[in-house]
């Protein structure tokens, strides 16, 4: 009996053998296959993301497209400028920085928006230079995560510029993160009249002008029509500027016999185009003075250059090739609010160009911090 019962064992103990072998050769099939397969599945997602990373034109429009839209074109009521589907800046932040990096979103925010009650509106200001999507543009790759966009332009508000717009590789996505304009100097012009080398130093023009420019900020700041008259440039006149970038086109032009009557001229101007929304400044004289001319208290400014540049912001400057081997005084405040940290700056100034041996009035350019 035990010899049968040993004799029966022995076939189930091979089956059983072969049977555990053959699965340990599957397992061990599946997971060589495993492995095989591991590496060819990450090589195609690294080739994905190498392709995403590859900034196109197609892109760089959607992108800038979606960034005026966030910034520029939101629903609003027309009569008190109220932004509809935004109440606060964090909202608004939030939804830009879909398409923008934090920092630069912040600095448009800052700029063109302002709440007040629990509500948010826009600040009316002149919109600054866009890509023209249907002209030539550069897309330069500074690296495999940042690509530079440059595009040379020109038109009658900012005569030549060159456009510049950074894109980064945030978070899985291009993202813009930087802009700016700058001026192409003499694009149009021979070098006969306006060199740099013909400007006058900045110690020269202290020594000739800061009498002069003394009395006529004292002028301004009480409003003495009289006096500012007597130092108006007799046949230029004096040009009104509302944002650094000098407009021959655009400017107001006021004569001496004009600015007697300044602060009683009820007439509404046109005076250019507010930084942001692109809306006209239309203003009566004494309007504009509050707004463009004596913004800020600038016969106590801390700061005053002769022919030297002490504020800079996205603005083209011009000034030194629009005005003939000029003077140009500006008193400026470098910020008055310090939770804006300088943001809020303003500067007020005043050119003077030389007439039969004396120094006249030209030009009177505000300046302030703009996109």
Known sequence: ????????????????????????????????NDKTEIPQKTN??????????????EEVIAIEKAFNERIFQLEKVEDSNEILNFKSKEELMDYVKEVAGEELATLFI???????????YVIPKGTPPRLIYDSPFEINKIDDNTYEIVQDEENEMYGPYRLIIEFKYID?????????AEGRENANQDDSNFSKEERIDSETAKAII???????????SIKDVNTIAEYVHPEKGVRFTPYTFVSLEEDLVFSQEE???????????????YDGSGEKIN????????????????????????????????MLENQFEVYHNPIIVEYYFPGFNPEYEGLDWQSLR???????????????????WTI
Not at 14 to 30: Q, T
Not at 210 to 220: E, F, M
Not at 350 to 363: A, D, I, N, P, R
Request: proline content about 2%.
């Open 1 to 32: 009996m035990f010899k049968y019962k040993k004799f029966c064992l022995l076939p189930a103990l091979l089956i059983f053998v072969f049977f555990f072998s053959a699965c340990s050769k599957f397992i061990a099939g599946e997971k060589q």
């Open 44 to 57: 195609e997602v690294i080739t994905e993301n190498k392709e995403k990373k590859k900034l196109t034109r």
């Open 110 to 120: 800052e700029n063109f928006y302002e709440e007040i009650d629990g509500k948010l």
């Open 172 to 180: 899985g996505k291009w993202k813009m993160t930087d802009r700016k």
């Open 210 to 220: 800061s009498d002069t420019a003394n009395r006529l900020i004292y002028a301004l």
């Open 259 to 273: 600015i007697k009557n300044f602060f009683e001229d009820k007439n509404i101007y046109t005076w250019g185009y």
């Open 283 to 314: 203003l009566t004289p004494a309007e504009y003075y509050d707004s463009f001319v004596y913004s800020a208290d600038f016969i106590n400014a801390p700061e005053i250059g002769y022919n030297e540049v002490l504020s800079q912001g996205n």
């Open 350 to 368: 005043l050119v003077f160009e030389e007439y039969e041996g004396t120094w006249k009035l030209s030009g009177i350019i505000h300046n302030q």
